[in-house]
């Protein structure tokens, strides 16, 4: 695979906020710079180059202070956002403070001058349908948020605040000490951030690339506590020196026309400081000569077997218009025929493959090749890498080639061309960062837009991926106790080696190979973009077009986005999977083993924009295909041959059952909130294999069983399709019988109606209280999730379920994560399963999930006062704020296609339910809300319905183990100890209704 590698940014979680001083320092210079501005108009910039299909409209202003904007203009939106980046990050911490930048990203929205209490920012955004985060990078930090259109200016106001007068209180500044902790804590056993430490931790020590950036405890209080240093004053020193305005991008999206854009920004922003900083660049690469032709040997958590080489290489962000590095990255990632994938995989040594630069900060770059690897790949990463080099060598003889470069530039501009609309957060936050790196006219285009072929370019960066200048990582458990070194910050295990110089000469000397080839042209580039005719079917509601004992198509031709695209979605039911474990594991191996032979051919598909999945579930499989509509059915139709013509060789089939065996293996270091959510939906669906269940069912897991699965399920199914899109209902008829054709002309037969039914949910009784209890050893953090059940799916039940967890949803953060610090993740969100429906509280905390579970009913009855005391003027507030989320409409074809395949699936047909429940939700009243409580989730109630799960932490240093945590769950819970058997005593929900029936009355003929 072909891709950028993007450096690790530390989020903070979700915006948090507090406290004094800083304001009325920041004041005296906000006044002088004030005036000075007053005198210098803001320049703009007005022919951005936008995507001849995007109706927003767009401008890039300079402000009198120096701070690059870009407003986007679009009457239609559904929701505003804003994004602010300032060209600052982790590299600027001081050596004595790692992870400063980090803290300040946590602090700084932690109450301002204007609107000083802690909770203003969030509350705000919360009442008004917003939502709000933010990430520190190694060079840059961005702050962003969306919130309803019609609140933009009060939360632009807040947010410019931020950066004009933050208070920085002391007893803030402790408290979230804690809050990076529990966040860097919980990284610890991820073996994703331990290999990036690993990468970053053994570069160049005098570089600022090698320091810790996330901060902990220790660093950002303990040692500096002990060396007499003042970290409140450090983070006020930093930010005066950083957070300049002449190096903040800023980029707001709003329904206001672009002059009510640059007005309002303008009121808001040019009072933030302009200290005229120069933002740093770091032309040295933390990789040199020192730190090449090294070997890093570590070991991971997970059991996980990995490769990967990585050179330094010059930033190229200035090239972005001939784009060198993605000519490369397109073709050392390829996986079709010729590939070095394809040879690796032949080998059976490797499943994936990705190549790809990376620029971790401004002024350096690094370009990398990764592969993992099988059992047998891990005894031959020497000749694995010396294939690396042969590819390489083959570029190097061949030399550039334009065909392949005006390739990438043609489907570069064909992706531009027809690029689906963003949701406006995600929008703003890439977009912000990116006015670092581009000029505004450019800033929308670039990486799309390729108008320079630099062959010289090419061969320069050729010229760095080079024997002599590599870097070798290995990871895996073969190096347990085994290991010379123990990285500081993650207690990684490692070896650290200089490569042996006869390898280097070998590699260097390594020549070409006759196997490895450059990819054919693609024959999968769309030529036709016309838009078919328009039927009179009009608006969001699909029909049934076609239907028989063995299938039933849903048909709905798009009127929204009016793209040459489409989706298309089917499910091939079986009953199989549901029958034993040894069958679940047979069905996930099944649709490996397609998706495996599948990818020489949908590579170069997907390198198009003709994307296909393909998931196992408990109903069999799922298939999806969504892209430029021209070729679609031939890639669907490939992917049906290789469903039923199911051929797989004895070794891969021993490759990829290693690779699921240990990704079942693996659960047990997952994260306690997965963990939680897990044992969750274990207890409350009807039927489900436990992880240990499907383990040890792998024992019987054979080449022979395997083939004989394929058989029986290709012999018996049932298909439910969705075409969406710029299709006709003849053209979806002629796919589905295509695609169907396969099954047919194999003697493939109809299921019964009795064995199509979809499992249903645990009702707990009413009055219940029930707790299952779980342990775990690789993470310091435990988990605790409460859900309470609040039935059967409908209209007026959906609208009250989200207006209670929507309320109780920002109180409930601000007291338990802000204010109590129990941990860095703190959740509520609506659980939906099977058709019913409830409210679940989760907290991953290094407190006893005992205690946490304690604090949890604290908060319950805090909500009953804030119930209680809440005026009808909040009410509304809070109900106006739900609208505006349920109002969102998708952004993007495949999300329409989601949601009326949700419809389906779920067998509730309510494709109209954005609007049923909008007109549902004016209905509800503050007392239907109190009352709602009171029954489901309120103290004391008779007919509450609740199921408690506790992840408690048995490694060393772990709650289960420290003597003065509460570990006694309360009297009043009924522990779970034999989950089957408590399962067999429970009654079951009854299967959902469905909205309207499924109008096959409706069915149309051709």
Request: one cysteine or more; proline letters at 5%.
């Amino acid at each position: 695979m072909a891709l950028t590698f993007k450096t690790i940014a530390v989020f903070s979680g979700r915006t948090i906020k507090s406290g004094i001083l800083i304001g009325v320092i920041r004041k005296a210079h906000s006044r002088s710079a004030q005036v000075l501005n007053m005198a210098k108009p803001s320049t703009t910039v007005s022919n951005i180059i936008k995507s001849p299909l995007d109706k927003r409209e767009y401008r890039g202003v300079v402000l009198p202070n120096d701070m690059k904007v870009l407003l986007v203009s679009d009457p239609q939106t559904d929701k505003s956002a804003a994004s602010l980046s300032v060209a600052v990050g982790s590299m600027n911490d001081p050596k004595e403070l790692p992870g400063l930048a980090h803290f300040l990203e946590h602090m700084l929205f932690l109450g301002t001058e204007k609107y000083p209490e802690e909770n203003d920012y969030s509350k705000f955004l919360a009442e008004n349908g917003g939502s709000s985060n933010a990430y520190t990078a190694r060079d840059h930090t961005n702050y962003y948020f969306d919130v309803s259109p019609k609140e933009l200016k009060g939360a632009l106001d807040r947010f410019s605040q931020f950066f004009i007068s933050p208070l920085f209180t002391e007893s803030a500044t402790e408290r979230e000490v804690n809050a990076v902790h529990s966040e860097h804590e919980k990284n610890i056993p991820s073996d994703t951030w331990r290999s990036h430490q690993m990468e970053v931790g053994t570069s160049s020590l005098s570089h600022p690339y090698s320091r810790f950036a996330t901060g902990n405890r220790d660093t950002l209080w303990v040692k500096p506590r002990e060396q007499k240093m003042d970290v409140r004053s450090s983070l006020l020193d930093f930010h005066k020196q950083h957070y300049s305005s002449n190096v903040m991008s800023l980029a707001v999206l709003g329904s206001e026309n672009l002059d009510e854009l640059q007005q309002l920004v303008e009121s808001l922003f040019t009072d933030v400081v302009n200290l005229d900083v120069t933002a740093p660049v770091w032309p040295e690469n933390p990789y040199g000569p020192p730190e090449l032709q090294t070997k890093i040997e570590l070991v991971p958590i997970k059991d996980i077997r990995h490769l990967s080489v990585m050179f330094p290489i010059p930033d190229t962000t200035k090239h972005y218009k001939s784009s060198a590095e993605g000519y490369l990255s397109h073709l050392i990632g390829h996986e079709g025929a010729g590939s070095l994938l394809s040879l690796l995989k032949e080998k059976n040594w490797v499943n994936h493959l990705e190549a790809g630069s990376s620029v971790p900060a401004r002024g350096f770059g690094t370009f990398k090749i990764a592969v993992d690897l099988t059992a047998d790949g891990l005894k031959n990463t020497n000749n694995i890498i010396r294939h690396m080099f042969e590819y390489l060598q083959m570029l190097r003889d061949l030399g550039p080639q334009q065909w392949v470069w005006e390739e990438m530039r043609d489907v570069n501009a064909m992706l531009f061309r027809f690029k689906d609309k963003e949701r406006p957060q995600s929008f703003v936050t890439h977009i912000s960062s990116s006015m670092h790196n581009y000029p505004l006219t450019d800033v929308l285009s670039a990486g799309y837009i390729l108008t320079e072929f630099k062959p010289e370019l090419i061969s320069d960066i050729l010229a760095d991926l080079v024997p002599e200048k590599s870097r070798i990582t290995i990871v895996s458990k073969e190096f347990t106790d085994k290991t010379e070194f123990v990285e500081e910050w993650y207690g990684v295990k490692y070896n650290r080696k200089l490569i042996e110089p006869e390898r280097t000469e070998e590699w260097k000397n390594c020549g070409s190979n006759a196997d490895l080839k450059l990819p054919p042209k693609n024959e999968f580039i769309p030529s036709n973009f016309d838009l078919k005719g328009r039927d009179e079917h009009r608006g969001i509601v699909p029909r049934i077009i076609s239907e028989d004992p063995m299938s039933r198509l849903w048909f709905l031709q798009d009127n929204e986005f009016t793209m040459p695209k489409a989706v298309v979605r089917v499910e091939v039911f079986s009953p199989l999977p549901l029958l034993e474990p040894l069958k679940t594991n047979l069905n996930h191996l099944f649709v490996a083993v397609v998706k495996d032979a599948l990818t020489e051919y949908s590579y170069a598909a997907a390198v198009a924009g003709l994307h296909y999945m393909i998931v196992d579930s408990v109903y069999g499989i799922e298939i999806v295909a969504n892209g430029y509509d021209h070729k679609l059915g031939l890639l669907l139709n490939r992917v049906f041959e290789k469903v039923v013509d199911f051929n797989v060789e004895p070794q891969r089939f021993e490759v990829l059952k290693d690779f699921y065996l240990r990704t079942l293996k693996n659960f047990e270091d997952e994260q306690p909130y997965s963990h939680a959510s897990y044992y969750m939906t274990y207890l409350l669906r009807e039927r489900r294999w436990s992880n240990q269940e499907l383990l040890n069912a792998m024992d019987d897991v054979t080449f022979e069983k395997l083939n004989d699965y394929a058989k029986d399920f290709a012999s018996k199914v049932k298909f439910e399709w969705l075409v969406h899109g710029n299709v006709t209902a003849k053209e979806a008829t002629d796919l589905v019988n295509s695609c169907q054709k396969n099954f047919v002309t194999r003697g493939c037969s109809s299921l019964l109606p009795t064995q199509t039914g979809r499992l249903r949910e645990i009702n707990l009784p009413e009055g219940s209280n029930h707790l299952y209890q779980s342990e775990h050893k690789t993470h310091l953090s435990s988990c605790a999730a409460i859900l309470f059940q609040a039935g059967i799916q409908g209209t007026r039940q959906n609208v009250l379920v989200e207006l209670l967890e929507h309320i109780a949803n920002e109180p409930c953060f601000n007291q338990l994560r802000t204010k109590e610090q129990l941990g860095y993740i703190v959740f509520t969100g609506v659980r939906r399963a099977h058709g019913t429906q409830g409210i679940q509280f989760l907290v991953q905390s290094d407190r006893h999930p005992v205690y946490v579970e304690g604090r949890v009913d604290n908060f319950l009855v805090n909500l009953q006062d804030i119930l209680k005391n809440m005026t009808e003027e909040e009410f509304l507030q809070h109900r106006n704020a739900v609208f505006v989320r349920k109002s969102e409409k998708p952004k993007k074809m495949i999300d329409r296609a989601n949601l009326l395949w949700n419809e389906i699936t779920l067998q509730l047909y309510n494709f109209e339910r954005q609007a049923v429940e909008l007109a549902e939700l004016d209905t509800v009243t503050l007392e239907d809300i109190r009352n709602y409580f009171a029954i489901v989730m309120g103290p004391g109630s008779k007919k509450i319905k609740r199921l408690g799960i506790h992840v408690v932490s048995m490694a060393e240093g772990g709650a289960g183990h420290k003597e003065t945590e509460p570990k006694t769950p309360s009297s009043e819970q009924d522990i779970v100890e034999d989950v089957a058997a408590w399962k067999r005593r429970q009654f079951l929900y009854p299967a959902s209704s469905p909205y309207v029936p499924a109008p096959s009355e409706n069915k149309s003929k051709l």
